[in-house]
């Protein structure tokens, strides 16, 4: 993180706990001492559309827009929706991805096939790139969408910010009932980095 601002786009689809996550990187920013910035995206997310946040964080944040090309780190609830977010990377963007595959509508209907080069695609045009089973790893916690904290786990591996901060803002935001839950998942995304 040598640069001023740190760029985090994460996206997914509706129910996968892409603003929670988002929400939860910035509670975590915020108490690690940095400027954050949030925007948000909910589209279609009732029905399963996409759904994106941007989380920046640094000194001094102007704008909580992330420019085409300057992202560091995109986190990726489902494989198919990080095809969409390309633009808005580098070949040093570092890519956390849920193995997932949902297929959207048009696939559903016939009207489109599913793209089998996505693994392909990334690895040919970046240098970081996570492939996690965040989802199976959450189900075989319990609960499949708990998937967003393996996710995050991973990724706060990736970051210098005290794992306790990160526990602690990931617990704010749940109800007690899911901590121990949440708490194992978070443990486990950071275990696969």
């Known amino acids: 993180m040598g640069k001023d601002v740190t760029n985090l786009l994460v996206a997914g689809v509706g129910g996968q706990g892409v603003i929670l996550a988002s929400d939860i990187m910035a509670d975590t920013f915020m108490e690690a001492g940095y400027d954050v910035k949030k925007s948000e995206v909910h589209g279609m997310a009732q029905r399963g559309g996409s759904v994106s946040s941007h989380v920046r964080f640094g000194n001094k944040v102007y704008s909580p827009i992330i420019k085409m090309g300057e992202v560091d780190y995109l986190f990726m609830t489902v494989k198919l929706e990080t095809l969409r977010w390309l633009n808005y990377c580098n070949p040093s963007t570092v890519i956390l991805v849920d193995e997932i595959e949902i297929n959207p509508p048009a696939v559903n209907l016939g009207q489109m096939e599913y793209p089998r080069d996505i693994d392909e695609t990334l690895k040919e045009n970046f240098k970081m790139v996570h ?35 990160w526990i602690k803002c990931l617990l704010a935001r749940l109800p007690t009932k899911l901590h121990e839950l949440n708490k194992k998942a978070f443990a486990a995304g950071r275990e696969v980095i």
């Open 131 to 165: 492939f996690i089973k965040a989802t199976e790893m959450a189900s075989e916690l319990g609960n499949a969408r708990a998937a967003n904290v393996v996710l995050l786990g991973a990724l706060s591996k990736l970051l210098d910010i005290d794992e306790d901060i």
